[in-house]
């Protein structure tokens, strides 16, 4: 199946630092990636939609600018979290489309997150 | 906005019982249905998917059913092992729009 990596895997940081957060699809092409945040014992919310070539569509409440998102090419999407503070501390997973299947549906594969402590 | 929700926030079956868990959904637009396991520390996994002109679906050991009547969906695993043990979310998407998740259910199987 489909594989999706990320990078690091975890990642603990001084307050007021920027993090960088790769993303890859291994296999597969992905013209859209997904970035969620999941807080303890929550849900998964989707903070931002990002298309190959083009800029990121936030979720409301998300701030663009403390978020960078960057979908260079159909491999690779990063999220930067800039000036980081302890609140953004979470798991941050990243999800991937591949392009429609054998039941010609786009399927939606995710990477194993990335825990982020920010001290 | 959506709201996808489960009845039950944890869950302890003992191993090789049957295990269900709930999940409300409000958009009756939706229009297909995702359930996934997250184990700690770990990404959400596929486990089975259902369309919105079906109610029932059965994969290996698991089985999912729609009612749209009530915006109920299920996941019923049969003789549930403790690799079982993990969080389980129903994600809903209306067409090509993104997939929304609900608050999640722990299952704890019992040896």
């Known amino acids: 199946g489909a594989v999706v990596s990320q990078h690091p895997s975890w990642v603990i940081c001084k307050s007021g630092t920027s993090v960088k957060i790769e993303c890859r699809s291994l296999d597969f092409q992905a013209t859209t990636m997904f970035w969620y945040r999941q807080f303890p014992k929550q849900s998964l919310m989707l903070m931002a939609t990002?298309?190959?070539?083009?800029?990121?569509?936030?979720e409301q409440g998300v701030e663009k600018d403390k978020f960078l998102i960057n979908h260079a090419s159909l491999t690779l999407s990063t999220l930067t979290v800039t000036s980081a503070h302890p609140e953004d501390s979470s798991f941050y997973i990243c999800?991937?489309?591949?392009?429609?299947?054998?039941?010609?549906?786009?399927?939606?594969?995710f990477g194993p997150g990335t825990r982020l402590t920010v001290l | 906005g959506e709201s996808v929700g489960l009845h039950l926030p944890t869950l302890s079956v003992q191993e090789g019982d049957n295990s269900i868990i709930n999940c409300a959904y409000s958009?009756?637009?939706?229009?297909?249905f995702i359930w996934y396991k997250q184990e700690s520390g770990k990404g959400p996994q596929f486990i089975i998917d259902?369309?919105?002109?079906?109610d029932k679906r059965q994969g290996q050991r698991v089985t999912v059913l729609l009612n749209k009547t009530v915006k109920h969906l299920s996941l019923q695993i049969a003789a549930t092992q403790p690799g079982d043990s993990a969080v389980y979310f129903c994600a809903e998407k209306v067409g090509a729009n993104n997939l929304f998740f609900g608050t999640g259910t722990r299952l704890t199987v019992i040896p």
């Open positions: 958009n009756s637009a939706s229009d297909y």
């Open positions: 259902i369309r919105s002109n079906m």
């Open positions: 999800s991937a489309r591949a392009p429609k299947g054998d039941r010609g549906r786009n399927e939606q594969f």
């Open positions: 990002s298309n190959e070539g083009s800029k990121a569509t936030y």
